[in-house]
Structures are given as structure tokens and as C-alpha cells.
């Protein structure tokens, strides 16, 4: 089924050597679902020029090589693919089940949480392991995953003042989204719980464990089974379960 380019679909030149295309404005499944698709479009289709391909929430970047190719040349080919794509494709990512110990000194927020809603730490943490989370995009950090979203019982906002250091692991809930960390950082998030998963490599390809389109299923487990994975990832043994 060939459609014509979406109406609210947006090329425009960023510097010069990429393209920035612009799905819409809003923030939701069906723009993210468009974003994911291209980019699986572009990748199948293995366009020489094009060396770098970041998708967001509601957009796309594509950096191409500007001494093989020009601005209007990859915008052509490009539009080409999007031409070929359903008016809501689907792709279909991976379920990745992530091990998550949830608070204590793993995760420090989570009894504010539960008092500013009302709510158990148990009650917490039931609500955000038993939802399904879709990977939006991958930023801020190389490897950490924005998914969404959260439910409404336990949306909150971002601490007013930022951590200087966030340990690597960290799960963390800002307003309706959750969040890995993949790496020792700053940040703003509140941290409910801690994950001995890997989530970025560099040695790896590709480095990043998530991407765009995958679904992450959070599972609660003990300091026991954290310590264990924990020294199974220094072997380097542990890895996320995935359900392709």
C-alpha cells in the first residue's frame, strides 16, 4: 500500500550535513510508531551516503555524507521511502524483561513518591512493573532509554534540585516517563530502584542495548538475585531476557 507523504511530515536542512524530518508536534504512539518506521525504512534500504540515523520522540535525524551526496538528493530518496510507508506502520520491536531491586539505598525516592500520591512503596512499585513501557527514543546519555508511559498514579516530577551523581542502573520516574541510567551521571530524575543490566558498551555493536520501538517489561527482584546478576555482569554473563 503506497501513500503520499503525510501532511504534517517536515524536511528541513540541519547544518550542513544532516535532515531533519518533523512528524507532527505532539508527543504519542502514533507519531513515535511513524519515527521508528523510517528509520527501519532508511536502515533496510542501506543508503551509502547516509552515516548516522537518531530517531526522538516525534522526529528523525539523518546525517549524510556531504562530499557524496547533497541536501536535495537525500531529501528525494528519503521521501521516496516514506512514500512506501502505511499510514500507521507498524514495526515491531522486542520485549526485553529488565531486573529492577526497588528502594532502600537502590532506590531512594521511592517512599517520597508513595507519600505524595497517597500510596504504599509496595502499591508503587506494583503499579510501575506491571506496565509495559515502550522505548521512545534513546538520549541525554549515550544508552539511556526515555520510556513511557507511566501511570497516572505515580506520574511526578523531577527533583527541583538535580543529583550531582546518579549511579549507573538507576531507574528513575520524571512526570510520565521512566528512565535507565545507563552510566554514573547528574540528573533530575527520582529513583525508585537499580538494575545490574548493562545498558551501553562501547565495545559492543551496536553499543546501546535498547532502541526505538522495543518494549521494556520491569521485573522486581531481591538484593540476593541483584547481588548475584551484579557479579555475573563484572564475569560478563548477565544479560536482559528478551522475547523476540
Known amino acids: 500500500m503506497k501513500t503520499k507523504t503525510h501532511a504534517s511530515t517536515r524536511y528541513l536542512p540541519f547544518g550542513d550535513c544532516a535532515l531533519l ?109 506491571e506496565t509495559e513501557y515502550r522505548v ?22 523531577r527533583l527541583e534540585t538535580p543529583r550531582l551523581k546518579v549511579p549507573a542502573g538507576s531507574v528513575g520516574i520524571a512526570e510520565k516517563q521512566t528512565g535507565i541510567y545507563p552510566c554514573e551521571a547528574p540528573g533530575g530524575w527520582r529513583i525508585i530502584g537499580r538494575t545490574p543490566v548493562r545498558l551501553f558498551d562501547p565495545l559492543q555493536l551496536p553499543p546501546a542495548m535498547l532502541r526505538a520501538g522495543d518494549t521494556v517489561r520491569f521485573e522486581p527482584v531481591s538484593q540476593d538475585r541483584f547481588k548475584a546478576a551484579k557479579g555475573l555482569l563484572t564475569k560478563g554473563m548477565c544479560a536482559p531476557h528478551r522475547e523476540e
Open 21 to 129: 524530518i518533523e512528524f507532527g508536534e505532539e508527543i504519542n504512539l502514533k507519531l513515535n510508531q511513524r519515527v521508528v518506521a523510517l528509520d527501519e525504512a532508511i536502515l533496510k534500504a542501506e543508503i551509502q551516503e547516509v552515516e548516522e540515523i537518531v530517531p526522538t520522540y516525534r522526529s528523525l535525524l539523518v546525517r549524510y555524507n556531504p562530499l557524496r551526496a547533497n541536501y536535495e538528493q537525500i531529501t528525494f530518496r528519503i521521501r521516496e521511502l516514506e512514500h512506501e510507508m502505511a499510514e500507521s506502520p507498524q514495526v515491531e520491536g522486542r520485549i526485553i524483561r529488565v531486573p529492577v531491586v526497588y528502594g532502600g539505598e537502590c532506590g531512594p525516592d521511592l517512599n517520597a513518591i508513595a507519600q505524595i500520591h497517597g500510596l504504599t512503596e509496595e502499591q508503587v512499585v506494583k503499579l510501575h512493573s
Open 136 to 157: 521512545y527514543m534513546i538520549g541525554f546519555i549515550a544508552g539511556f532509554p526515555y520510556l513511557g508511559k507511566v501511570p497516572d498514579a505515580i506520574a511526578t516530577p
